[in-house]
């Protein structure tokens, strides 16, 4: 699939329209500091073979998006969220969700299915909050909703994803990578070397570009708690979630549906952070079944 840039938002967009055109429009989200080429092909490939039109980019500030400016104090920021002040970042997340809108605007689409994983999941929560009539339906994985209530990352989980590799060439990064990611992979379904390296390398060959991390990561610790915003939400929202995630725990997944007025909530037992090819049937079926769903529903309307 050819990859294409957009200007969406006031900014420039890289994407990939997987197609048909005549299909259901769905929008993968990726979480932090993620690339779109961190999707499974399993997962986005089923959905297509649904008869969605699968739409993947990469947010700003990683891939060939484009980047931004300023090294926002993570400390300041989440200071200023205890005081209930405005945090002086570079971007917010509902400036992220905008770009995901945008991109639907450049593409002609007046409505569409929304999906995103981790920080993903954050954005789509917001899109679902500013731009609920764009949207025909939202999934949520293995997300959250800011609420500073709620179990934290485990220490282990938390290193993996913060931690710097020691040098920026290739093979250390890819290295580094999986060493990470095997902290909090689903311990159920565990990737092979080979996937994983296949998997890091391609993230990497696509862009590399460490500094877009602490704006993406004082944009999610600046929106605070979601909840409140949460509970306006009516557009059909599904919740998914490993109850071995170690990053953000499945209590993320639960507040997130139980803060979403009629959401549908899935735990899966031995899934962690991430996207396992394994139950990625069994994500398709939750996906589109809960799109067709709704589409009925606004059909219905």
Request: net charge negative.
């Given at each position: 699939?050819?990859?294409?840039?957009?200007?969406?938002?006031?900014?420039?967009?890289?994407?990939?329209?997987?197609?048909?055109?005549?299909?259901?429009?769905?929008?993968?989200?990726?979480?932090?500091?993620?690339?779109?080429?961190?999707?499974p092909?399993?997962?986005?490939?089923?959905?297509?073979a649904?008869?969605?039109?699968?739409?993947?980019?990469?947010?700003?500030?990683?891939?060939?998006?484009?980047?931004?400016?300023?090294?926002?104090?993570?400390?300041?920021?989440a200071?200023?969220?205890?005081?209930?002040?405005?945090?002086?970042?570079?971007?917010?997340?509902?400036?992220?969700?905008?770009?995901?809108?945008?991109?639907?605007?450049?593409?002609?689409?007046?409505?569409?299915?929304?999906?995103?994983?981790?920080?993903?999941?954050?954005?789509?929560?917001?899109?679902?909050?500013?731009?609920?009539?764009?949207?025909?339906?939202?999934?949520?994985?293995?997300?959250?909703?800011?609420?500073?209530?709620?179990?934290?990352?485990?220490?282990?989980?938390?290193?993996?994803?913060?931690?710097?590799?020691?040098?920026?060439?290739?093979?250390?990064?890819?290295?580094?990578?999986?060493?990470?990611?095997?902290?909090?992979?689903?311990?159920?379904?565990?990737?092979?070397?080979?996937?994983?390296?296949?998997?890091?390398?391609?993230?990497?060959?696509?862009?590399?570009?460490?500094?877009?991390?602490?704006?993406?990561?004082?944009?999610?610790?600046?929106?605070?708690?979601?909840?409140?915003?949460?509970?306006?939400?009516?557009?059909?929202f599904?919740?998914?979630?490993?109850?071995?995630?170690?990053?953000?725990?499945?209590?993320?997944?639960?507040?997130?549906?139980?803060?979403?007025?009629?959401?549908?909530?899935?735990?899966?037992?031995?899934?962690?952070?991430?996207l396992?090819?394994?139950?990625?049937?069994?994500?398709?079926?939750?996906?589109?079944?809960?799109?067709i769903?709704?589409?009925?529903?606004?059909?219905?309307?």
């Open positions: 699939m050819t990859q294409q840039q957009v200007k969406a938002n006031g900014i420039t967009i890289n994407y990939e329209d997987r197609g048909p055109a005549d299909g259901m429009p769905i929008l993968f989200v990726n979480g932090y500091t993620s690339t779109m080429m961190s999707w092909p399993e997962l986005m490939d089923g959905l297509k649904r008869g969605f039109r699968v739409i993947r980019y990469d947010n700003r500030d990683v891939g060939k998006s484009e980047k931004l400016k300023g090294i926002p104090s993570i400390g300041a920021v200071a200023a969220v205890r005081e209930g002040k405005t945090p002086e970042i570079p971007y917010t997340l509902s400036s992220m969700a905008a770009d995901g809108i945008g991109l639907l605007d450049a593409l002609g689409i007046k409505r569409a299915h929304v999906m995103g994983i981790s920080m993903g999941g954050m954005i789509v929560q917001a899109m679902a909050i500013n731009h609920p009539d764009r949207l025909i339906s939202v999934t949520s994985i293995m997300s959250t909703t800011g609420n500073p209530d709620l179990p934290k990352s485990s220490e282990a989980a938390m290193v993996a994803l913060q931690e710097q590799p020691a040098s920026e060439d290739r093979e250390t990064v890819i290295r580094h990578r999986m060493k990470g990611r095997r902290v909090y992979q689903s311990p159920a379904y565990p990737m092979s070397d080979e996937a994983l390296y296949a998997r890091c390398a391609a993230e990497f060959d696509h862009m590399y570009y460490p500094e877009g991390a602490s704006r993406q990561y004082a944009a999610i610790v600046g929106d605070g708690s979601r909840v409140e915003r949460l509970k306006n939400v009516r557009v059909p599904l919740v998914i979630h490993g109850l071995a995630d170690p990053l953000v725990t499945h209590d993320g997944g639960t507040d997130t549906a139980k803060s979403v007025p009629g959401a549908k909530l899935e735990m899966i037992e031995g899934m962690g952070h991430d396992p090819a394994e139950l990625c049937p069994r994500f398709v079926e939750l996906i589109a079944d809960h799109a769903a709704a589409e009925r529903k606004a059909a219905a309307e």
